[in-house]
């Protein structure tokens, strides 16, 4: 009994990790292909990130106190709320590393005050989505029972038809990814990402892309995730709807580049998939919310 109940609390830790981890990415991924941050970053002085480290931990503390990173018992504590806050932060600063890393803007070359001001800076809203994550896109369960009872009683009567059902996930796939990505696409930052990002790295995008995806849809537990996975459709399991999810996404980001004029027939293929595939980031996040959200 005490092992199973030693596995429950570890899954649920790593549950409440994953959760905060995909609300970073929703509300992160747009400030991360903004230039003017990665200069702050790089400029800003010592005692200017400490500041905002300062400042950081007091809005999320707020945020932690209000309602919590996790949920827990009714009557919050001021150390559980710090410890969550901490938490948060770290969760928020690693996911701001991991994207710097991932799009080039940090590397082994860059130095130690150069790397810690960009992913402050840029762990701002990574950090607010951790927190936020909790309070915005939590699962009720209760609720997820019901829905998924009632859908369950009522499949025999009401068959969803499958080809409607594809359509659906497709077209809510297509306003996330234009939602998201619309305002990054006409930016230099996504010209400026693709030039200093070598072939191989493509495939580091390529698999970061799917991986964040799918976790947000099928693992972070976000708006009816027992839902997700009984909805119908052509491509309806997790795997092959994450797939197709970001085919469509990219399809999507290689429209909205040539509607800017950011890609032209003139281009070579590899300039065309090199910007595709960096803007196609945020375009299968916000793919991934749009799902969510039907």
Known sequence: MAKKQYKNTWRREIND???????????GIPLIYTMEVWWIGSLVKPRLIAIAIALMFIVVFLLN????????????????????????????????????????????????KESLGKVVFEGVPFTLGV????????EDNQNNSISVTHKTNGINKHKQDNLFATFADIGATLIGAIVIAFNIAPTDEVSMLAAAISPPWLWVLIAASLVISYAIVFQAGFSDQQKRRQQKGIFQRPLSETTISYLVSLLASGAMLFFFQKLTFEDTWMM????????????????????LAI
């Open 17 to 27: 990790i994953v959760r905060g981890i995909c609300g970073g990415f929703l509300f």
């Open 65 to 112: 106190y209000t309602d919590g990173f996790r949920k827990r018992r009714n009557n919050w504590r001021v150390d559980e709320a710090v410890i969550d806050t901490v938490e948060a932060m770290a969760i928020g600063f690693v996911c701001s590393a991991f994207m710097l890393l991932l799009l080039q803007e940090i590397t082994p070359e860059t130095s130690l």
């Open 131 to 138: 927190a936020l994550a909790n309070q915005f896109l939590q």
């Open 272 to 291: 065309w998939l090199e910007h595709i595939l960096v803007l196609g980031l945020p375009a299968t996040i916000g793919g991934a919310a749009g799902r």
